[in-house]
């Protein structure tokens, strides 16, 4: 992912996350507000509930209390209280009464608890109310709701009882107001709310009992578990319900239980207020967020152009920069000015580009110096050992020539087979060297290093398996469906034949032989492994360099040449060992050799740097060269 496009997400996850925390922190306290604000109303409509019914109660129970007073039903009073009194013929006197006084109910009941006049239900008269005639003051009890019968089913009314007192016979008055769709209209309600009032008259829920100012309420039945909870545990309580599939229909009650002089449930007033303000104030938020969002992704993308172009682009430069030195190019310099960060950095990336280049030259011409050092004492080494026995031999022809003619044939002959045999050493101690010194570029083409690897093994098959020789166990772990690269596989070859031969001499007593091939992620690893007696840490740091060898024969070119092949392919090459379990060695070769830097093509026959001496392989090189 570009840095243009790290920026422009970063940018985005950032605004999406501050704007959905500011949004939902809005919503969140929206919310709270409007309920606070609906609680507050509902709070304010419960008390204006209230106060109106303890205003009407008050109204009912003066009211009754007036008829108590008047003349009369003091003269009825004392009509019933002498004996033998004949009550029909004030059976239809609440009708008139009630009327006068505007009252909804209005019964007269004689002191034995039977109905002598009633005006909601005239028929009922000699109908027992004994519950009047027990022993209660009405007078301090006040108004109180009660089921009410009439002719026309029951009803609930906000009742008041008094009494007249003739005697030891009392006349009892109750009368009240019908509570219902009156009632609530009434009552003064905030834009968004409403009163509905259920009149819990029937032993089951009826949604004709559930009516607000105009009557009925339609889709009354919804509400009927919330009735039901109230009905079974009558309490204040609060819910919500949605009328339809869209959330500005939903609608918060709080429930208001109306409770008889006996606390019996007879009613529960339901405070309604609509969630649409609420629902629409959301919607409002959300379309708003989505709009700041919007604004933002575009101001994001705007921003990850300019950064970009005031980022970006010097960065990319740099690492432009950057690779041109990793490929070689050590007097790459970047192209970017400015007093910013990235301008600085430019400035020390091409100083340090310059300090390179003068470092290499000097490297360059050290390492010459030193690879010259070194090719001049080991052939020094190499030469001297075969110069000696001909200095000899040359001497013993002049002694013999001046001290003893008669034997100067036989020496002569002697002599001669000793120089010709010395010079043939000499001639292939510098070949040798020559061959090392041709520096061969590898000729690439598709290469499978399986099939390398199993035609190494068979070339030494018959040697793994000699007689008189402890035997050598091989182990091929080559991975199926190995990818192709591009390699030479003559020196391939030979770089794995030198490994195998390696790990031969160190396994004198026989052991075992493992090659293992992997791929991972364009490359290809190849592991060498022996069960031979090891190496110390400070043989494995010095194994690679060239001319030096750990064994008694060879001249210590073998691992040089391997680490050159590798490297020629772009690869490279470890070893791991322990003293008395084994040696392993590790080729990592990519699919594609990287191009050579061009002043690694140059050949400078006056001076060979160290690097030079492991670049080539020879090409008859003896297989007991191998360190």
């Known amino acids: 992912m570009t840095f243009r496009s790290k920026l422009f997400w970063v940018f985005t996850i950032a605004l999406l996350l501050s704007v959905g925390v500011i949004a939902a922190g809005v919503t969140v306290v929206a919310r709270r507000a409007f309920d606070d604000l ?39 009073a004392i009509d019933l209280s002498r004996p033998k009194s004949d009550v029909s013929v004030y059976v239809n006197d609440a009708r008139g ?13 004689a002191t034995d608890g039977a109905i002598i006049s009633s005006n909601e239900w005239p028929a009922r008269f000699g109908y027992k109310m004994d519950w009047l005639t027990q022993s209660q003051d009405w007078s ?15 009803a609930l009314g906000l009742m008041a009882v008094s009494s007249v007192r ?29 009163a509905l009032l259920y009149l819990d008259l029937d032993p089951a829920f009826q ?33 919500e319900i949605s009328w339809t599939a869209d959330p500005a229909s939903a609608e918060a009650f709080h429930a208001l239980p109306l409770l008889g002089r006996q606390k019996e449930l007879l009613g529960v007033l339901l405070v309604g207020s609509s969630q649409q303000e609420v629902v629409k104030l959301e919607q409002h938020i959300r379309d708003l967020a989505l709009a700041v969002v919007a604004m933002g992704l575009c101001f994001g993308l705007l921003l990850s152009w300019w950064g970009a172009a005031r980022v970006t682009r010097p960065v990319r430069k740099l690492a432009e920069g950057a690779r041109e030195v990793s490929e070689g190019n050590w007097g790459a310099r970047v192209d970017v000015h400015g007093r910013h960060e990235i301008g600085q950095l430019a400035t020390a990336f091409n100083r ?16 010459r110096v030193a690879a010259w050092r070194e090719l001049a004492r080991r052939l020094a080494h190499e030469l001297k050992n075969p110069l000696f026995p001909l200095q000899t031999t040359v001497e013993n022809l002049q002694r013999a020539k001046d001290q003893s003619p008669e034997q100067f044939e036989e020496v002569f002959r002697e002599s001669t087979g000793i120089l010709l045999s010395e010079i043939e050493h000499l001639k292939n101690i510098v070949g040798r060297f020559s061959d090392f010194a041709k520096m061969p570029q590898p000729e690439l083409g598709p290469v499978n290093v399986n099939d390398v690897v199993r035609g190494v093994v068979k070339l030494f098959e018959a040697q793994f398996s000699a007689m008189g020789r402890p035997p050598i166990s091989t182990e091929l772990h080559l991975e199926e469906d190995l990818p192709l690269i591009q390699a030479d596989a003559a020196l391939l070859h030979r770089a794995i034949e030198n490994l195998v031969l390696n790990a031969m001499d160190a396994m004198p007593a026989g052991g075992v032989l493992m090659l293992r091939t992997t791929h ?34 060879g001249t210590g070119l073998g691992l040089a040449i391997v680490q050159s092949v590798v490297s020629d392919h772009g690869g490279r090459i470890s070893v791991e060992s322990e003293t008395g379990v084994g040696t392993s060695f590790h080729i990592r070769l990519p699919a594609k050799p990287p191009a050579r830097p061009s002043y690694m093509h140059s050949q ?24």
């Open 38 to 76: 609906n609680r507050q109303h509902s709070e304010a409509l419960v008390a204006q509930f209230e106060g109106e019914f303890q205003r009407r109660g008050q109204d009912v129970v003066h009211r009754v209390q007036g008829i108590a007073d008047a003349e009369g039903t003091v003269r009825m």
């Open 97 to 109: 009464v009630s009327q006068s006084h505007q009252l909804d109910f209005l019964d007269f009941v």
């Open 140 to 154: 301090s009890l006040g108004s109180f709701l009660l089921k009410v019968d009439t002719q026309d089913g029951p």
């Open 166 to 194: 003739v005697g030891d016979r009392d006349l009892f008055i109750m009368g009240g107001e019908r509570l219902g769709k009156d009632f609530l209209n009434s009552l003064v309600l905030p834009a968004g709310m409403r």
């Open 207 to 239: 949604p004709t009992n559930l009516v607000d100012a105009s009557g009925p309420v339609a889709d009354g039945d919804r509400l009927a578990s919330f009735i039901e909870q109230e009905r079974q545990q009558p309490q204040e309580r609060t819910f």
């Open 352 to 367: 340090m580009t310059t300090q390179l280049t003068e470092q290499r030259e000097q490297l360059v011409q050290a390492e």
């Open 520 to 553: 991972e992620s364009g490359y290809v690893d190849l592991e060498v492994s022996d069960t031979g007696g090891g190496l110390t840490p400070e043989e494995c740091e010095r194994l690679f360099t060239p001319y030096y060898t750990t064994k008694q024969h």
């Open 604 to 627: 400078d026959l006056t001076a060979p740097s160290a690097a030079e001496h492991s670049e080539a392989i020879p090409p008859e090189t003896p297989p007991n060269e191998g360190a």
